[in-house]
């Protein structure tokens, strides 16, 4: 493990003009590598972001016996994986998406495989998808709801696969994904997939389905939770990875915090990711967002007040709002955060405890925040614990901005999905 590394957020001017290139999208392109693993052939993928949780899920899929190289038109990647009896050994570092994608894919093997992590990995559950896979055949072998896990299949999908859809969309994803293969394997048509609770992010389980499309498997919702995944086989070919919308969010809220200007380049309203909506939310707050061939938003003289807010389709860029809230002109409270307990950590109970630090008065419920506004008050210089999650180090750039007085513990969090933030968020300031 590598030591910490210290790094005080530099204060923005106001006004400022910068173009950004964003990392591809984490959650297109770590679909995209599944996908691909389930190919009999080989898939080109452009765009895939370089960062700690693509590099995990490269090394276990080529674990898997999946070939992967790169070359001028992107990653090459040739499978089928090895659904064969032989162990295997993966280590999923800090990735929480693709841990869930490799539990459903070792389902599909006669083997037994297993998957760890680092240990802010292993604390977080993974119980519905467990739950999932032992009903349909599969031994689970492990202490507690997360990892480490070893798993024995194949899984059999001959009835409906019911999952507790309230956690996470990313075990929905995870059995999306490998559905068609089951459905193949039973000789049956298709294979269905029932979501019970309350289903959180479904704009996520909405990027699976396009991004299965694209390889000629045409999944659709039968009912409002229910998905019916037809037994297709996944094709091979060229395929790109659009720009991160979770990675846009932090830029948009800069732009229209400091009155400036940022151009996303790899961006734009063709977008299927469900943070693509933050725009929308930053336009609430007085900024113009320009969204044809590529993403402009410029941000108000004046911030608009907005007092309520629900982000429950959009999780993973309600920390952006969470931590630019104290520079808003009047309180608001935003809703719909039930999952955030359930992240890299939890960020609604974490940035509360940051913010309140800071000087910030709020209060929070199991599923939202209350936040006052800062005003002209100075907050307190502070040295920000990220508990190892790169979007608190991301987020809280936003309101370091301001100030200058915030320092980050490790600069080195935000590798594992954007290792260029800092110096994209330098060409503000330049």
Known sequence: MTSHQPFTVAKLPRGFDATVTLPGSKSIALRQLAISALVEGVSHVQGVPQCDDTDAMIECLQALGVAIETTERGLKITGPMDFGDRPINLDARMSGASTRLLIALAALRQGVTRIDGHPSLRARTNQPLFDVLSAHGCQITN???GLPVEIQGPMRGEKALIIDGSLSSQYITALMVIAPI?????GAQEQHIVIQGDLV???YLDIT???MRKRAVTGHWTQSSQLSIPA????GGDYLVEGDASAASYFSALATLHGGSVTLTNLDASSVQGDYAFGEVMEALGAQVERQGMTRITGPATLTALDRIDMQDMPDVALTLIAMAPLLPSP??????QSLHHKECDRLECPAKELTAMGVSLSTTQSSIRIEPLKDKQ???HLLTTYHDHRMAMAFATIGSAYGGLTV?????VNKTYPNFWTDYALLGD
């Open 409 to 413: 513990d490790d600069k080195s969090v």
């Open 201 to 203: 992010s479904r704009p």
């Open 209 to 211: 389905l396009n991004e």
């Open 232 to 235: 297709q086989t996944y094709q």
């Open 379 to 381: 907050p307190q210089a």
């Open 332 to 337: 608001i409270e935003i809703t719909g955060l």
């Open 143 to 145: 202490d507690g709801s």
């Open 182 to 186: 089951l459905a193949k394997n039973q």
